[in-house]
Antibody
């Protein structure tokens, strides 16, 4: 069974850095791209970017380019979403989702809630 | 980049049929997929490539597309279908993917 398991909820202060993770299991990790999707409180879904774990090739939405970094370590079947300096507006639920290339998001993680507050 | 517009909310009587629409220029070139998100849960893929159901998704869910509009139909809605539904497609602009604005489905 394909599973994407995300790291736990985080509470951070503005200006702090953060890395959240998404671990794949039940399949060959390089089979699916890992996408990251943001959902702000009470709002809709926004695609942030994706990584191909086989070669770490990435693409970002223009809305998130330069604000976050997506990476992966295929040796431990884990993808990451990273911020160097959080803002209060980064408060949201973040989901990872697996896709077979540029296609639908077949599998989703359970989500990681990030709260940024002074 | 393109946008995908959805009605904010629709309601349906138990056992009746409801259709949710998604409009946008990207749908003229790319397939739509649909995601169900129940309260407090992660989204789940219910339709891909316009009208295909993943394994485990009930056959009361179906999809279609015409021109710049994709549709998700629930035939014989059940109480457990109450959720937010989002469409999604590729986009030829700067943003590779775009999500719809979401539709809240209430089953009466």
């Amino acid at each position: 069974e394909v599973q994407l398991v995300q790291s736990g909820a985080e509470v951070k202060k503005p200006g702090e850095s953060l890395r959240i993770s998404c671990k794949g299991s039940g399949y060959s990790f390089t089979t699916y791209w890992i996408n990251w999707v943001r959902q702000m409180p009470g709002k809709g879904l926004e695609w942030m970017g994706r990584i191909d774990p086989s070669d770490s090739d990435t693409n970002y939405s223009p809305s998130f380019q330069g604000h976050v970094t997506i990476s992966a370590d295929k040796s431990i079947s884990t993808a990451y979403l990273q911020w160097s300096s959080l803002k209060a507006s980064d408060t949201a639920m973040y989901y990872c989702a697996g896709s077979s290339g540029w296609s639908e998001f077949d599998y989703w993680g359970q989500g990681t809630l990030v709260t940024v507050s002074s | 980049s393109s946008e995908l517009a959805q009605d904010p909310a629709v309601s349906v009587a138990l056992g009746q049929t409801v259709r949710i629409t998604c409009q946008g220029d990207s749908l003229r070139s790319y397939y739509a997929s649909w995601y169900q998100q129940k309260s407090g849960q992660a989204p789940v893929l219910v339709i891909y490539a316009t009208n295909n159901r993943p394994s485990g998704i009930p056959d009361r869910f179906s999809g279609s597309s015409s021109g710049n509009t994709a549709s998700l139909t629930i035939t014989g809605a059940q109480a457990e279908d109450e959720a937010d539904y989002y469409c999604n497609s590729r986009d030829s602009g700067n943003n590779p993917y775009v999500f719809g604005t979401g539709t809240k489905v209430t089953v009466l």
